[in-house]
Each structure stands twice: as C-alpha cells, then as structure tokens.
C-alpha cells in the first residue's frame, strides 16, 4: 500500500493551522506525547541519536520516519525489520489522519490533535522520564485499554505483525485470554471455563467495550480443542454474528432465567431437529440460558435461534 492512505476509521484530516500530537497508548511508553511540527522531520528508532527513541529489540535501529508538510501527516517505514503497521496494515509509506494507530515495536501511537511543543520542553527526554517511570512500577510491556484500542483493533495489529504471546483482557466481570502464535489464534478462554469452546470465547469477548489489555509472553501449554485461525477470519464471523445476536437479545430472556419444559408436554418431539433436541436436553439438564449457551456446542447466534423456537412452540418456558 505504498505512497497511499491504508483503511482507517472515520476520522478528521488533518486541518490547516492545527496541532497534533502521537500519543503512546500501549506499550513502556504508555502515556507519553510527542508533537508533530510541521516541515520537520521524526526520525524513529532504536538509535539514542534520533528524534525518537525507543529502546525495545523490535525497533529497529532507524525505523520510520513522520513528518507533516503542507498539512499532511505522512510515515514512511525505513526498511526495519519488523515493519511499521497503520491501523493493522504493514506499509511503506502512508498518509496519517487524527484517529490513526500506529503500531511500531510494541508501542501503539495515536494521532491526536494537541497543543503542540512547550515551550523549553524536550519530547524525546519527556519520553525517556515516561519510561523510567513505567520501569519502576513493572509496568508489562504492552498494555492498554479496550476503550482507546477497541479489541477488533488490537487483533488486528497482532495479527498483521505475527505477535506471539496471550492477550489477556480484563474487565469488572470476566477475565478472558487469547493466544497468539505468529498472529494467528489457537485457543481463547474467559474466566478458565473449560466447557466453552475458543472460537465462542472469543466472539464473546469481542462484545467488550471496557478493560484493561496485557499481552503476557507465548504460553507453552497445548490445549486439546486448539484452533488455527486468522485474525481476519474471526472478525469477520465475529462482527456478523454480534450484529445478528444483538438484534435477538432483546427476545431472550434474561440469562439467569431458569427454562422449563412444561408438563404435559403438549407438541410432539417427533418435530423438532437435532440441534433442537439437543438444546432441548441441554435446558432439561442445566436449566439457566446462560448454562445453555455455555454447554452448546453450537455458537451463540445459533443456540439462541434455537432457544426462541423452542420458547414460541412451547417445548420450553422461562421463568
């Protein structure tokens, strides 16, 4: 996608006259900014006499260079290793909006509109202080939150820069763990439930709109279910699934409502599908939705689908 804008959210261009600022939302560099003044050049890498510098193995020791000239905001990758990624595509060269993520090393940078430079303030040592500050809390090397890099975003990055490693997501409620080998997912759980399958987990983490992000090191663990899937293959299925489930929701019951099956038993068995049976046993035997949706086999969408059958013929009642 060379000397072209790669796929970005809707954003602002940037306009005439305004400030911006890449602002570290993940990564030992977490919370830091550096201005972007116009008709002059970042030089961005490992090297100490840089304009940026970040100090990680996978920067490279020059790496990429920013500028803004006749405002427009424009990065270029300098032949580095591990490549530089905007909005989870690998470039050479591309045009930066506000709103744009950058992804170089483990550092994730977001174009912002800003104030520009303090006066007497020097970005690369405000970076350096940044850093230290991180080291003395053990801050993990990449980290961050869902609300600034919505999940469907972070999988994206990893799984274009081939991440090794567990993602693991925090919310008020639930823990959940993807794990990444070479950018594709092999297995996912939330809160150590062994009976959901990954491929579920994983749609049901991307419903998560706040937490908190860490990507822990590669987990040597084989699991028995693993999966090989791109990250691309689960968004898409992901993202269609969300939107169909989100419109039957409001039909379901409540997930703690207990199901029924009424006695007698008015419409025949004989009716119903496999898979309709076996939700039907499923709700005899643990008696919750929640339960249900956690003991089928079947993803969510399908399993509710099924459920709402069964509640509009009345093989099944909640209460």
Do not use: C
């Not at 823990?175 to 491929?199: H, Q, S, T, W």
């Amino acid at each position: 996608m060379q000397d072209s804008a790669p796929k970005a959210s809707p954003t602002t261009t940037a306009r005439p006259g305004r400030s911006y600022v890449l602002r570290f939302i993940s990564g030992k560099y977490q919370g830091g900014e550096f201005p972007i003044v116009p008709e002059k050049q970042i030089i961005v890498g490992r090297s100490s006499d840089l304009d940026m510098v970040l100090v990680e193995d996978m920067v490279s020791r020059k790496h990429a260079r920013i500028a803004m000239q006749q405002d427009q905001i424009w990065i270029e990758d300098l032949g580095s290793t591990n490549g530089t990624f905007v909005n989870g595509e690998k470039i050479k060269r591309a045009r930066l909006k506000e709103g744009d993520r950058v992804l170089i090393g483990t550092s994730i940078l977001k174009v912002i509109a800003g104030d520009g430079p303090r006066d007497g303030a020097d970005p690369k040592q405000n970076l350096e202080n940044v850093a230290s500050q991180r080291r003395t809390s053990q801050a993990r090397s990449m980290s961050g939150s869902i609300e600034e890099v919505p999940l469907p975003d972070l999988l994206q990055l990893f799984g274009t820069s081939k991440k090794n490693g567990v993602l693991v997501i925090r919310t008020d409620d639930d823990v959940g763990r993807i794990f990444l080998r070479k950018g594709n997912i092999y297995f996912a759980v939330i809160n150590d439930l062994d009976d959901v399958p990954p491929v579920k987990s994983i749609f049901r983490m991307l419903t998560w709109q706040k937490g908190l992000f860490d990507l822990d090191p590669p987990d040597e663990r084989t699991f028995p279910n693993e999966v090989d899937l791109s990250v691309q293959e689960v968004l898409m299925e992901g993202m269609r699934q969300l939107d169909e489930f989100n419109m039957l929701r409001e039909k379901l019951p409540d997930l703690n409502a207990r199901l029924i099956l009424p006695s007698p038993l008015v419409p025949s068995l004989r009716d119903l599908k496999p898979e309709e049976l076996d939700a039907l046993q499923l709700a005899h035997n643990y008696g919750h939705v929640e339960a249900v949706l956690n003991k089928s086999l079947a993803t969510d969408l399908d399993t509710v689908q099924v459920l709402l059958k069964l509640l509009q013929k009345n093989f099944l009642r909640s209460e």
